[in-house]
Structure formats: C-alpha cells, structure tokens
C-alpha cells in the first residue's frame, strides 16, 4: 500500500515550489497548522497550533504525514475518539455520488455500475440529457464537508484498505467531471482549459492539518495520472503550479460550525477607564460567537474560498447569508 502514499520528499523533487503552495492557508496568509495533537510528541513545530513548515515534513521527518490507512490501529481509534475522524469506503462513497449523478441527469447514471461492494466501470462515453451538456457538467459546482483525504472527491485509492484505484475506474466527483473531459477533449490546451474549470469547481474543508494536506496531495498527483493516461507524458511545471494554486483554495482548513480556522477563536482583554496611579482594571471577554452560537461573531479568523468567475476572495461564511 506504499504505492497510495505520497511522500512530501518526492513533492519536492517533482518541484522545489510545489509543497509551498500545498501547504498554504489563504485565510490567515500562513500556513495551515496541525490542528491535532497527534505529532505534539515530536516537539517543537509539531504542536496543534503551530504551523506545518516543510522541514518539519521532509529530509529526515518525510514520513511524518501518512494516510490513514498507514497509522497504527492505535492512532485510527484516538483520532476517531478525538476528533470523529471516520472514513468511508469507496464503494460507499461511488453509491452516495451516484445519487448526486442520478439527480443531476434526470434517473440515470451514466459512469457505472453497482455491485455488491463495488462497481463496474461503464466503458460507453457519458451521454448527456437534453438541455445540458457535458461543459455544464464540468462546471456545475460540487462540496465535501469534513473531507478528511477527501474520497468523495478524488479516488486515488480506497481510504479504508488502501487499495490503489485504477485512474479510469475512479468514482470521485472530480474523477467524474475529469472523465467527461477526457471523454470530449482532445486538443491539449482546450483539455487542460476545461481541468481547470474542473478543478475550479470542486471545494472541501477539513479540521486536521494532515488531512487537509493529504486531500490536496492527492487532487495534485490525480492531475498528474489523467495528464499522463490522456497524452502519455508529464504536464508542464506552469501547469501543476497552476492546479496546486486552486487546490490550495479550494480544499482549506476550517471549523465547520464556526467558519474560522480551528482553534483561532480567542479571550480578549477589553481594559477600563485610565487611572491616575496604578494600571486601569481589565476584564477578560470570552468571543460573542462562541458564547452564543452565533457563526457570525466569532473573534477567530474567518475562512475565505475563490469565487473564480470573479476572481475575488469572499468569505465562506457570506456564502451563508445569500
């Protein structure tokens, strides 16, 4: 199961930029943090709230950040027990998307099969029904909340066995707009115009640091596999570049119930009136938002996505209002 395991070192020498980008949060313009205590034990850079540096996960320390499927039993029943941390087997996670298909194309789904725990792979090309075409499909906007290594989205491999999934057979819902692509373009500009879109419109939001970096990790090393099944070599470092960036905004870290980055709520010193001698009383105000459950006045840093048709930055919360 080594093969599903993406080591930060290899990202490195894929591209000395290419992790950077990866590890960037765009919220708080720093980087993502661990959000876990799993790694505090290693010691300084490894505690929940500090940032995921590059050296901390590479050189030496490159086999720090593993799949799930790779932890021991141990840390899969703590994380669990801590943080919910439950994953979904992938033929579970293709019946769920097929109801997101069976909706969208009017009864029928057009790129597989169900089994018994399983699928078959429809070989004929996606057909669409009237009034929609395969470009809408591509650009018609799809989530996965708390996407932990994001198998709703992306199918390299099944996250419970570990069992690397062939690029043709993939069930996520990005594996699925990257299919009808692949199944409608030939010309290599045009195809790769038409992955970004793809990417463009595929967003998740995760708790755990590693998680998050092991979903982006994975939409990038997809991109990859679909260049190469399509044209037979590796695109261009632009061109990666390019799909880490949206990814880098596209999957971001964030708590679910707040819109901010976990943990980044805080007490506040609010002070009193000056006095002539000795310091002004203080009190200790606890964030409005969390007092009162009300997403809209947390003191923590709010989370922003891209809206990529108009090239701005909004919050995720506003998304909420509309």
């Known amino acids: 199961m080594n093969e599903i395991d993406i080591k930060e070192n290899d990202i490195q020498q894929l591209d000395e930029k290419l992790l950077g980008i990866l590890l960037k949060d765009h919220s708080s313009d720093k980087n993502i943090i661990w959000a876990t205590d799993n790694y505090a034990s290693k010691g300084e850079g490894y505690q929940e709230h500090d940032e995921i540096q590059e050296k901390y996960i590479t050189g030496k320390n490159g086999k720090v950040i593993r799949p799930r499927v790779n932890k021991s039993k141990a840390e899969q029943e703590n ?13 579970i996670c293709n019946k769920q998307n097929n109801l997101v298909d069976l909706a969208w194309f009017g009864g029928y789904n057009p790129f ?6 399983g699928w078959t792979t429809k070989k004929e090309k996606v057909t669409f029904p009237e009034g929609k075409s395969w470009q809408d499909y591509v650009q018609d906007t799809r989530l996965e909340m708390a996407c932990g290594e994001a198998p709703y989205l992306i199918s390299r491999y099944n996250v419970i066995t570990g069992e690397e999934i062939e690029t043709k057979d993939r069930i996520g819902l990005l594996d699925r707009k990257l299919r009808v692509v692949c199944e409608n373009v030939s010309d290599e500009k045009e195809w790769f115009k038409w992955v970004v879109i793809a990417y463009q419109n595929i967003y998740g939001f995760e708790w755990q640091g590693d998680n998050l970096l092991l979903a982006r990790e994975a939409m990038i090393f997809s991109f990859l596999d679909y260049y190469k099944m399509q044209f037979a070599k590796m695109p261009t470092k632009t061109q990666i570049r390019k799909i ?9 870290q964030m708590d679910g119930i707040k819109g901010v980055i976990p943990e980044s709520c805080h007490d506040e010193i609010v002070y009193g009136e000056p006095v002539l001698f000795g310091e002004p009383e203080t009190t200790i105000v606890p964030c409005r938002g969390c007092q009162n459950d009300d997403i809209t006045k947390h003191n923590g840093i709010y989370c922003k996505i891209k809206d990529w048709k108009k090239g701005t930055a909004i919050k995720f919360i506003d998304l ?3």
Request: cysteine-free; hydrophobic content about 45%; proline content about 0%.
């Open 320 to 322: 909420l209002k509309a």
């Open 79 to 91: 994380r669990s027990r801590e943080k919910a941390e439950v994953f979904t087997e992938a033929w």
């Open 112 to 117: 597989n099969e169900e089994t018994e725990a």
């Open 244 to 252: 880490a960036e949206i990814v880098s905004w596209n999957l971001w």
